[in-house]
């Protein structure tokens, strides 16, 4: 997968071209964690300002941690608890330009500075997180969240649903 850069190409540009490119990348392998791990090194290697891209699935109740890139994190997460928590029991992606500011934050990175987490959602049914982290405050913004839900709606159907539709 070839890396595009920030300052040759425009940061909705990028996005635009990331997700043919992972498409093909997880095309014909059934394996899910190896689809989430790939998918979780694509996005970081994609966008170099992102510290840490991984996946946290529902299980029992909780978030586990699932494939991911980047430094050590959290294993578990409670549902509503942390950014991660809170968005998987709001259903709804939640941006955050200081993770400081946001109450009851769980510091599993003391470097990251802003997050953005969007829920996987298949059917009604609560499947997991997709968790971006940056070390730059303000990092995420409406394009991010735009071509992010996009990407977490294709994992949804290519790995999760029992009968892809892409």
């Known amino acids: 997968m070839e ?18 490119q992972v498409k093909a990348l997880i095309a014909g392998e059934s394996d899910a964690t ?18 840490w891209v991984g ?19 959290c294993t578990r997460i409670a549902l509503g608890r942390g950014v991660c928590g809170t968005a998987a029991a709001r259903r709804e ?28 959602v298949h059917n009604g049914e609560l499947l997991g997180v997709l968790d971006v982290d940056s070390r730059e ?6 394009v991010d969240k735009e071509h992010l839900e996009r990407f ?3 994992i949804i159907t290519t790995i999760f649903s029992p009968n892809p539709t892409t």
């Open 137 to 142: 405050y303000e990092s995420f913004d409406d």
């Open 34 to 51: 190896a689809n989430l791990g790939n998918a979780a090194a694509a996005l970081k290697q994609t966008f170099a300002h992102f510290s």
């Open 55 to 73: 996946w946290y699935l529902l299980k029992d109740g909780e978030l586990v941690l699932g494939p991911f890139q980047g430094t050590i994190a």
């Open 93 to 120: 992606t939640i941006v955050v330009p200081d993770v400081n500011a946001f109450p009851g934050h769980i510091a599993c990175d003391a470097g990251s500075r802003s997050e953005i987490v969007i829920p996987l």
């Open 3 to 20: 890396t595009l850069h920030a300052d040759a190409v425009g940061k909705k540009e990028r996005y635009e071209e990331f997700l043919p």
């Open 152 to 154: 977490a709606a294709h």
